[in-house]
């Protein structure tokens, strides 16, 4: 879908409420999250087809509050309109709904929103395994399993503990390679070396973590800090790739980001990006800089990762991207919407001969 070219009038539209359940509490490096706020925006034809698009929040990173959300989904529903145009880039979570329960509507109300290898389930993903914060003895067993399930590219997040205890832990990890036949470990660091460390500098603790042969760390230094991760980028040993550094950025704004800090590699998050248009606009964006990139979810329910997986597996043909996506985040909740997408080892799939299962409060 090409931005800004589609809307659709005459529509009945529900905002309905469904704050997503951590199965168990999620540790971020900003907050422990026990649930998230989420709205589905469930739009009726008068034909009788269904569109539904995911509002997806979290706390202290998307742009938009929960009531400021709320709102602009409410006078969505009450203009009886889906136009993605009309919502402003500064609520992309806002924006993606629109966005993605239209192209519902469009591609028949059946939760197909891309017609690809993927869509059709024909085509798996490749996606990383996700190392969430906790002990370190319990980091470990998290790497064992996901290891063991069959993923070969782990991502972990640090800059929570003192920097030579995460050290020691990424070595016994790293040193699990032999047994496990070998594997590839990222890093996502949250701005978390803008603190202050008198023992490590942000350059030391890069030329650490590439000895230790880590593939790529997100986001080392705050998004604030464009001078320092221009000089990062510019000196790192090991690649980085921006990711909060993108929220917020728009228009030509975007380009003289990439231009000035010149990182290696981007992530992409539509739900704070402004959705799958301005998402794809970052990945044009990528192939002029010559960069590579991947696709995170933002703790979607399956809702709205299986728009983002349509939409990447489409990014991806012909792209010579091998590169695992971030998102295997559907068996978070416990009360998720129940859908086709399966995980099996390290690959996303959509079982196309599954159903999707509806709360009742949809059918309302």
């Known amino acids: 879908m090409k931005r800004n070219e589609s809307r659709m009038e005459g529509l009945a539209l529900r905002v309905i409420r469904h704050p997503l359940t951590f199965i168990q509490p999620a540790t971020t490096s900003r907050d422990v999250l026990t649930f998230k706020p989420t709205f589905f925006l469930v739009a009726q034809h008068p034909d009788g087809r269904r569109g539904c698009g995911e509002c997806s929040l979290i706390p202290g990173l998307s742009p938009e509050s929960e009531e400021v959300a709320l709102k602009a989904l409410q006078q969505v529903a009450a203009s009886g309109t889906l136009d993605p145009a009309s919502i402003p880039s500064e609520w992309p979570a806002v924006r993606f709904a629109v966005e993605t329960a239209l192209m519902d509507l469009e591609g028949g109300g059946i939760q197909r929103l891309f017609d690809n290898g993927f869509s059709r389930g024909q085509e798996p993903i490749l996606i990383n395994g996700l ?3 906790n002990s370190p003895e319990h980091m470990l067993q998290q790497a064992v399993q996901l290891i063991q ?3 070969k590219t782990l991502k972990m997040k640090i800059g929570v503990l003192p920097f030579s205890e995460e ?7 790293r040193n699990l390679a032999p047994k496990f036949e070998g594997f590839t470990l990222r890093v996502d660091a949250n701005g978390a070396f803008s603190k202050p460390d008198v023992d490590w500098t942000p350059m030391k603790k890069l030329e650490k973590l590439a000895d230790l042969g880590i593939h790529s760390i997100e986001q080392p230094l705050l998004a604030s800090d464009r001078n320092g991760l221009a000089q990062l980028c510019a000196l790192s040993p090991l690649p980085i790739a921006l990711d909060e550094s993108l929220i917020g950025v728009f228009g030509e704004e975007r380009n003289r980001l990439l231009e000035f ?3 290696q590699l981007l992530i992409l998050k539509p739900s704070l990006l402004g959705g799958l248009a301005a998402a794809g606009d970052w990945v044009e964006l990528s192939k002029m800089h010559g960069l590579s990139w991947w696709v995170t979810s933002a ?5 709205g990762l299986n728009a983002i997986a349509q939409w990447t597996a489409g990014q991806l ?3 010579r991207n091998p590169l695992p996506q971030g998102l295997g985040t559907g068996g978070l909740f416990s009360n998720n919407v129940d859908s086709p997408l399966a995980i099996e080892g390290e690959r996303l799939f959509l079982q196309s001969n599954r159903p999707w299962t509806w709360p009742k409060s949809f059918q309302s």
């Open 131 to 133: 190392i969430w914060m």
């Open 149 to 151: 399930h069959g993923f």
């Open 167 to 173: 050290l020691m832990w990424l070595e016994t990890l």
């Open 261 to 263: 800090i010149q990182p």
């Open 299 to 303: 703790l979607e329910s399956n809702v």
């Open 317 to 319: 043909e012909g792209s």
